[in-house]
């Protein structure tokens, strides 16, 4: 099961099924899922967003993130490979349908305000629901949780990481490497297969510097 430590992930499979199934219902519901992943942002955060932070021409996103982590401008994500991937496609054809008199929120609710946490999360759980998606998953928190863990499990810097979901501390970046134990214990594993290798090999040895293994 994608569960760790108390908190849970999507599979790529079950992240492409609810984008599958959120483009169906209406491009403002794809737009708004796939923004929320692609930028590690917390519902309120996502409700949050006003027509001026994006800038379509120069590719990005302003982002005020909320308990205390950064402010962030972020490149807009393409995906030629996939494209329901692709927040480009999906932001220009939201826009392209937005209301014209409705407030400053990017991601409008029917009223034309801004969305509160509340409904985004009653918009996800359907989607969700209809999706296949597991219940224990069908809260919008999990796709801050999923980007993370995808870059994670793809070995990106974690600093790098710390930067994508705009969070302060290492510390709140180092709780997702938990998910990863299991190809941290095959690289272990690895490490100590390849110094077995260099024990069997002697001339190799006198090649190198030899620095004792720490276990």
């Not at 794809?30 to 519902?43: C, D, E, N, V």
């Not at 994006?54 to 393409?78: A, H």
């Amino acid at each position: 099961m994608a569960r760790d430590k108390g908190f849970v992930f999507l599979t790529e499979d079950e992240l492409l099924s609810a984008l599958r199934t959120a483009k169906a219902k209406s491009i403002h519901d794809w737009a708004m899922i796939l923004t929320t992943y692609s930028h590690g942002l917390r519902a309120a955060e996502t409700c949050g967003l006003r027509i001026t932070d994006l800038d379509m021409r120069g590719g990005v996103l302003s982002i005020q993130r909320l308990k205390g982590s950064l402010f962030t401008i972020q490149e807009l994500e393409t995906h030629r490979g996939i494209p329901l991937l692709d927040e480009v496609k999906a932001l220009k054809e939201w826009l392209a349908v937005r209301p014209r008199d409705c407030g400053d929120a990017l991601f409008t609710s029917q009223k034309g305000s801004h969305l509160t946490s509340t409904q985004f999360y009653r918009i996800f759980r359907q989607i969700a629901r209809n999706a296949g998606v597991p219940e224990h998953k069908s809260h919008p928190h999990v796709l801050k949780h999923t980007l993370a863990t995808h870059m994670v499990r793809r070995d990106v810097n974690l600093a790098k990481v710390q930067r994508a979901l705009g969070h302060r501390s290492i510390n709140s970046t180092m709780v997702y490497v938990g998910v990863s134990d299991h190809e941290a214990d095959t690289a272990r594993h690895n490490a100590l297969m390849s110094f077995n290798d260099l024990q069997c090999h002697p001339p190799l040895l006198s090649r190198c510097k030899y620095v004792p293994l720490q276990l």
